[in-house]
């Protein structure tokens, strides 16, 4: 169990609650301090956070980060990006924030003044399951600020204070320091109400996602285009939108992705589509709609293939051995230099049983979808195509019956392919 431990309040007094119950409990808990830079108290911090994980017996991890905010992004979301960035990427099976009562009704009233649906309005979950096993606890989110208060002053804890927390620059800040007080005057129980109003959004997500998985189905798999074309527009939204959080991909704003679904359902059938969605892409070949994350480059020269996995773009080249197919192992003895690259220009091939074509040609034949079509891999020997993904063995490197072989594959996420079937 990895505690994210800011040195604050709210995640000292959480401190101090596991290591009292992780014995009787049975889990092992470790901390992890991150260490921003941005506040010249940035050092007393994490001294404060080791000097009291030293006293409680709690390993910790100190990880210093350096915030630069992306196009479009202020300093308060960059520094939660790292900050995130940095706790993920430390092992731990459960993860456990302070998250509390007050902060739960503040990230509903940010989110619905940012005009988030359901899901966005939800909020957060005390508990967040993960599907490999463990996920995400935050104990404390019944609990309002004035109650963990008392609670660290009856154990005598000490804590830091963020100065930035008070800055009313940053959005969250201005809500907590201005808007929710003057809520709290008016309506007393204003954030007990919106924490309410956040696990009535929940239940409403919910069903939203079971109708998502009905019409999944009933698009099949993959998704059928002519089913999605003849969706209603908030189911077929909804369905997309589900995806994307299943494929733990980023949502686009509503204008992007109502444009994605005007083109999928008004453009000729047979048109391929590949209509960028933020941090993914709706894509659109033939009979099948599938959704993927963005790509990475490719290479811009080949990369040299000595036997083993080779990564390549989104996936990794891998070659096993077989007796009688494949590529000739005796072939590529002989050979002076083996490399994984893209298509090029003039490209052009024999494959077994079949006259010498482009391969552009050949892509298109065997129903590669357009994007693959220029970032499959294709294993070059000595100048000569000798393998592509997808489309087979050339004739000239074929393995003849009985004789030693490697079978080429590229192995790829399942989320960039319509079936997440490896191309061999």
């Known amino acids: 169990m990895q505690l994210a431990l800011s040195g604050g309040l709210d995640s000292m007094l959480l401190l101090a609650v596991l290591a009292g119950l992780r014995e009787r409990a049975g889990f092992v808990l470790r901390a992890h301090h991150v260490h921003h830079g941005l506040s010249p108290h940035a050092d007393d911090w994490a001294a404060l956070c080791t000097a009291r994980c030293d006293a409680l017996a709690v390993p910790l991890t100190v990880t210093r980060v350096s915030v630069q905010p992306e196009a479009g992004e202020g300093w308060e979301a960059a520094a939660r990006r790292v900050r995130h960035g940095a706790l993920a990427a430390e092992a731990a099976d459960w993860r456990v924030s302070a998250h509390h009562l007050d902060d739960q009704a503040e990230t509903v009233m940010f989110r619905l003044l940012r005009g988030a649906g359901v899901h966005g309005a939800a909020a957060m979950r005390a508990i967040e399951p993960a599907p490999s096993g463990g996920g995400r606890l935050r104990p404390l989110l019944a609990f309002s600020r004035a109650q963990i208060l008392a609670a660290a002053q009856i154990e005598g804890l000490s804590w830091v204070d963020d100065e930035s927390n008070a800055d009313p620059r940053f959005s969250r800040n201005y809500l907590r320091h201005t808007v929710m007080p003057a809520m709290s005057a008016r309506w007393p129980s204003a954030a007990l109400t919106l924490a309410r109003a956040a696990a009535n959004f929940d239940e409403a997500a919910g069903l939203l996602d079971e109708l998502a998985v009905q019409d999944a189905a009933s698009c099949g798999a993959p998704w059928s285009r002519e ?67 963005t790509y990475p480059e490719l290479p811009e020269d080949g990369v040299p293939w000595q036997g083993a996995a080779t990564p390549w773009g989104e996936g990794v080249v891998e070659a096993g051995p077989v007796v009688g197919a494949g590529v000739s192992q005796a072939r590529l003895a002989q050979a002076t230099r083996c490399e994984i690259m893209a298509r ?42 000798a393998w592509i993904a997808g489309l087979g063995v050339a004739h000239g490197f074929a393995c003849r019956a009985g004789e030693p072989g490697l079978q080429f594959g590229w192995r790829r996420p399942a989320a960039y392919s319509a079936d997440g079937v490896a191309l061999l």
């Not at 909804?238 to 686009?252: I, K, T």
């Not at 005007?262 to 099948?288: I, N």
């Not at 065997?366 to 220029?374: C, E, I, K, T």
């Open 344 to 385: 090029w220009p003039g490209c052009r091939v024999a494959l077994v049983g079949r006259p010498r074509k482009d391969v552009r040609s050949l892509s298109q034949g065997a129903g590669l979808a357009p994007v693959d079509r220029d970032r499959v891999p294709i294993l070059r020997v000595d100048g000569e195509v």
């Open 227 to 293: 089913v999605m074309r003849g969706m209603r527009a908030p189911r077929l939204a909804n369905l997309l939108r589900w995806r994307l959080r299943a494929l733990d991909l980023p949502l686009p704003d509503q204008a992007r992705l109502h444009e994605a679904m005007r083109q999928l359902q008004s453009c000729a059938h047979d048109r391929p589509l590949m209509l960028p969605l933020g941090g993914a892409f709706l894509h659109a070949y033939r009979e099948v709609v599938w959704l993927s994350p």
